[in-house]
C-alpha cells in the first residue's frame, strides 16, 4: 500500500516539477526494508523496547516515503513543504515541515534570514537528508529520535550569518508555540532509538503499562504539538564553522510551558516544562568525518498540589563515518539516562544505558541507497518490573534497507 501511494506521489511531483522546472523542484524517496527485529516489545507498538521494530522475528515492508516540495517564489523568497506516509505503530500521513523563508541576496560577509510556519531547530548534525533521515545511518541517536518524535518549530526563526574568508559565525532565536506536551516521552518511558518522525497530523503512543498506571485506556496515543497554557517558547543558539575542518553548535531551548495546564477530556494531555542545553561538535579528518552530541536538561508536570512528575535528562553520542566513495561505513556509540527526581509520586522510573550501531551505506546510483544496519540498545528501566519482565534487557535490531531516491 505504500509503494503505492508513494509512487504516485513522486509521480505528480514530477509532473510538476516538469510544468515548473525553473523555481520548482522535488524530492522524495521510498524505504524498503528487511528486519530482524529486537525480541522485546517495541515502544512503537506499546512496549518499553528501545528500538523500532521489536516481537522478534524476521519481516520485508516498505516502511515509509517523504515528499519534500520546494518554490522558490523570489530570489529572496523560499517555500517548502515536506509530507511523509510511515506505517510504524499505525498507518498515517504527516506534515513534517512547511514554512515560507525569507533571505535577502547579500554582496556583503553579512547576512540575515526570517522564517515562519512548521519546521526542524537547528540542532541536529546527523539528520541533515530528505525527510530529517540520516545520511550516515538509517536510525539516528537517542538524542535525535527523541528531538523528531516530540519536537517542531511551529513559529518563527531569524538567524545572523557572518561569511568569513576561513570561518563563519551564526547566532539563532526562535518563538516556538504548540510545543507544551514535549517532554512526556522521557517521563512516561525513557529513550528510544529510532527513525519514526511525528510530524503535525501524526500522534504518539504511550507505553500500555503507562497508560494502565494512569488508568487510561489502552492504546494511549496523544498530540505532541498542543497548546494548553497560551504561552510562547523559545530557543536560541550559536554556532562556528570552518569549511573543511569541523566547527561547534551550541542551543538552549526551553518550551515555557506552565506544568499545572492540560486539555480537557477523559484522557487529558499534560504541559510539560521542558528545557535543555544541547552542545554539538563536528571534526573533518581527511575521508573521515566525526560528529558528537551531548544534551542535558529536565522535564516536568505539576497538575495539582497532590501530583507531580519531574525528570531530569541526559544523553550523548560519538560518531565517525566515511565521507568518500560509493561505499561508506559509520560507527557510533550512545550513552543515556533519566531519572525521576524525589518529589515524583509514580516510583521514581530511572533509567541508564548505551548502544552501538554500525551502518554501510553503498550508492550504486544517485536514486538508489542500499543500507545494512546493526543496532545493539543495552539499557537498565526499573519500569519494566511493571511489565513482569526483568528491568535489564538488550535489543538487537538488524535491517537491510534498498530506498529509492527522487
Same mark, same amino acid.
Given at each position: 500500500?505504500?509503494?503505492?501511494?508513494?509512487?504516485?506521489?513522486?509521480?505528480?511531483?514530477?509532473?510538476?516539477?516538469?510544468?515548473?522546472?525553473?523555481?520548482?523542484?522535488?524530492?522524495?524517496?521510498?524505504?524498503?526494508?528487511?528486519?530482524?527485529?529486537?525480541?522485546?516489545?517495541?515502544?512503537?507498538?506499546?512496549?518499553?523496547? +528501545?528500538?523500532?521494530?521489536?516481537?522478534?522475528?524476521?519481516?520485508?515492508?516498505?516502511?515509509?516515503?517523504?515528499?519534500?516540495?520546494?518554490?522558490?517564489?523570489?530570489?529572496?523568497?523560499?517555500?517548502?513543504?515536506?509530507?511523509?506516509?510511515?506505517?510504524?505503530?499505525?498507518?498515517?500521513?504527516?506534515?513534517?515541515?512547511?514554512?515560507?523563508?525569507?533571505?535577502?541576496?547579500?554582496?556583503?560577509?553579512?547576512?540575515?534570514?526570517? +522564517?515562519?510556519?512548521?519546521?526542524?531547530?537547528?540542532?541536529?548534525?546527523?539528520?541533515?537528508?530528505?525527510?530529517?533521515? #540520516?545520511?550516515? &545511518?538509517?536510525?539516528?541517536?537517542?538524542?535525535?529520535?527523541?528531538?523528531?518524535?516530540?519536537?517542531?518549530?511551529?513559529?518563527?526563526?531569524?538567524?545572523?550569518?557572518?561569511?568569513?574568508?576561513?570561518?563563519?559565525?551564526?547566532?539563532?532565536?526562535?518563538?516556538?508555540?504548540?510545543?507544551? @506536551?514535549?517532554?512526556?516521552?522521557?517521563?512516561?518511558?525513557?529513550?528510544?532509538? #529510532?527513525?519514526?518522525?511525528?510530524?503535525?497530523?501524526?500522534?504518539?503512543?504511550?507505553?500500555?503499562?503507562?497508560?494502565?498506571? *494512569?488508568?487510561?485506556?489502552? $492504546?494511549?496515543?496523544? !498530540?505532541?504539538?498542543?497548546?494548553?497554557?497560551?504561552? &510562547?517558547?523559545?530557543?536560541?543558539?550559536?554556532?562556528? +564553522?570552518? @569549511?573543511?575542518?569541523?566547527?561547534? &553548535?551550541?542551543?538552549?531551548?526551553?518550551?515555557?510551558?506552565?506544568?499545572?495546564?492540560?486539555? !480537557?477530556?477523559?484522557?487529558?494531555?499534560?504541559?510539560?516544562?521542558?528545557?535543555?542545553?544541547?552542545?554539538?561538535?563536528?571534526?573533518?579528518?581527511?575521508?573521515?568525518?566525526?560528529?558528537?552530541?551531548?544534551?542535558?536538561?529536565?522535564?516536568?508536570?505539576? $497538575?495539582?498540589?497532590?501530583?507531580?512528575? #519531574?525528570? #531530569?535528562?541526559?544523553?550523548?553520542?560519538?560518531?565517525?563515518?566515511?565521507?568518500?566513495?560509493?561505499?561508506?561505513?559509520?560507527?557510533?556509540?550512545?550513552?543515556? /539516562?533519566?531519572?525521576?527526581? $524525589?518529589?515524583?509520586?509514580?516510583?521514581?522510573?530511572?533509567?541508564?544505558?548505551?548502544?552501538? /550501531?554500525?551502518?554501510? *551505506?553503498?550508492?550504486?546510483?544517485?536514486?538508489?541507497?542500499?543500507?545494512?544496519?546493526?543496532?545493539?540498545?543495552?539499557?537498565?528501566?526499573?519500569?519494566?518490573?511493571?511489565?513482569?519482565?526483568? $528491568?535489564?534487557?538488550?535489543? !538487537? =535490531?538488524? =535491517?537491510?534497507?534498498?530506498?529509492?531516491?527522487?
Amino acid at each position: 500500500m505504500i509503494c503505492r501511494i508513494a509512487l504516485a506521489m513522486l509521480a505528480c511531483a514530477g509532473a510538476m516539477r516538469i510544468a515548473a522546472a525553473a523555481d520548482f523542484s522535488a524530492h522524495g524517496y521510498v524505504d524498503c526494508r528487511l528486519i530482524s527485529r529486537a525480541g522485546e516489545r517495541s515502544f512503537a507498538d506499546g512496549g518499553l523496547g +528501545k528500538t523500532r521494530f521489536g516481537g522478534g522475528g524476521l519481516s520485508a515492508t516498505c516502511v515509509q516515503a517523504d515528499l519534500t516540495l520546494t518554490a522558490q517564489l523570489t530570489p529572496a523568497l523560499l517555500a517548502l513543504a515536506d509530507v511523509q506516509y510511515q506505517t510504524t505503530g499505525r498507518n498515517a500521513f504527516s506534515a513534517l515541515e512547511a514554512y515560507l523563508r525569507y533571505r535577502p541576496v547579500s554582496t556583503t560577509p553579512l547576512r540575515w534570514s526570517f +522564517k515562519a510556519g512548521e519546521f526542524f531547530m537547528p540542532v541536529s548534525l546527523e539528520n541533515d537528508a530528505i525527510g530529517w533521515t #540520516s545520511p550516515w &545511518t538509517l536510525t539516528p541517536s537517542a538524542i535525535n529520535s527523541w528531538l523528531g518524535e516530540e519536537f517542531r518549530t511551529i513559529g518563527a526563526e531569524g538567524r545572523v550569518e557572518w561569511r568569513g574568508t576561513t570561518n563563519t559565525f551564526e547566532g539563532v532565536a526562535g518563538l516556538v508555540r504548540l510545543n507544551d @506536551p514535549a517532554g512526556e516521552l522521557l517521563a512516561a518511558r525513557g529513550w528510544s532509538l #529510532s527513525d519514526l518522525v511525528t510530524g503535525v497530523g501524526g500522534r504518539v503512543r504511550e507505553p500500555d503499562v503507562y497508560a494502565t498506571f *494512569n488508568g487510561a485506556p489502552v $492504546p494511549l496515543r496523544f !498530540n505532541p504539538f498542543a497548546e494548553n497554557d497560551g504561552r &510562547t517558547g523559545w530557543y536560541a543558539g550559536a554556532s562556528w +564553522k570552518m @569549511p573543511g575542518a569541523g566547527g561547534v &553548535t551550541l542551543l538552549r531551548y526551553d518550551n515555557e510551558a506552565d506544568p499545572a495546564t492540560h486539555s !480537557n477530556g477523559a484522557s487529558p494531555t499534560f504541559s510539560w516544562h521542558t528545557d535543555f542545553w544541547s552542545l554539538g561538535a563536528e571534526a573533518d579528518a581527511g575521508d573521515i568525518v566525526f560528529l558528537g552530541q551531548a544534551l542535558t536538561g529536565s522535564t516536568e508536570i505539576v $497538575p495539582s498540589p497532590y501530583f507531580s512528575t #519531574s525528570t #531530569s535528562f541526559r544523553a550523548a553520542y560519538l560518531l565517525a563515518g566515511w565521507n568518500r566513495g560509493a561505499v561508506r561505513p559509520t560507527l557510533r556509540f550512545d550513552a543515556f /539516562t533519566t531519572e525521576q527526581l $524525589p518529589r515524583s509520586i509514580d516510583g521514581r522510573w530511572r533509567e541508564h544505558g548505551n548502544a552501538i /550501531t554500525f551502518a554501510l *551505506n553503498w550508492r550504486p546510483y544517485a536514486w538508489l541507497r542500499v543500507t545494512g544496519e546493526a543496532l545493539r540498545v543495552h539499557s537498565w528501566r526499573n519500569q519494566r518490573l511493571d511489565e513482569g519482565l526483568s $528491568p535489564q534487557q538488550t535489543d !538487537n =535490531q538488524v =535491517q537491510l534497507s534498498a530506498r529509492l531516491i527522487y
